[in-house]
């Protein structure tokens, strides 16, 4: 059964960057799966940030984080990663990635489709 750990958030200013990893381990190689990031904030409903297709790599991106944030994904070492830069206090959250087998990620940035999620980390953007 995959098991995904994220890693990588903390507190940053308005403004600075954040690289979260998301490890993958005891299924496939990561290859085979969609693979996405979601991010919860206090009092909101989780919302999807950012997904990567499977087949293609093909990646889509809410409008909010579109130009800032980076999803990408290293199959030999079996990480996903999404970069963040010119963080704001609106990306404040708990982020989580999950992983979906052949699927998951879709243009619409559903949580659907994906089976495997993560602990989460938290980011918190503030001065």
């Known amino acids: 059964q995959l098991q995904l750990v994220e890693s990588g958030g903390g507190l940053v200013q308005p403004g600075g960057t954040l690289r979260l990893s998301c490890a993958a381990s005891?299924?496939?190689?990561?290859?085979?799966?969609?693979i996405g990031w979601f991010r919860q904030a206090p009092g909101k409903e989780r919302e999807g940030v950012s997904c990567?297709?499977?087949?293609?790599?093909?990646?889509y991106y809410a409008d909010s984080v579109k130009g800032r944030f980076t999803i990408s994904k290293d199959n030999d070492k079996n990480v996903a990663y999404l970069q963040m830069n010119s963080l704001k206090p609106e990306d404040t959250g708990v982020y989580f990635c999950?992983?979906?087998?052949?699927?998951?990620?879709?243009?619409?940035?559903?949580?659907?489709?994906?089976?495997?999620w993560g602990q989460g980390t938290q980011v918190t953007v503030s001065s």
């Open positions: 999950a992983a979906g087998l052949y699927g998951g990620c879709t243009r619409s940035l559903g949580a659907t489709g994906f089976g495997a």
């Open positions: 005891g299924g496939r190689t990561l290859n085979a799966y969609g």
């Open positions: 990567m297709s499977s087949r293609d790599d093909t990646s």
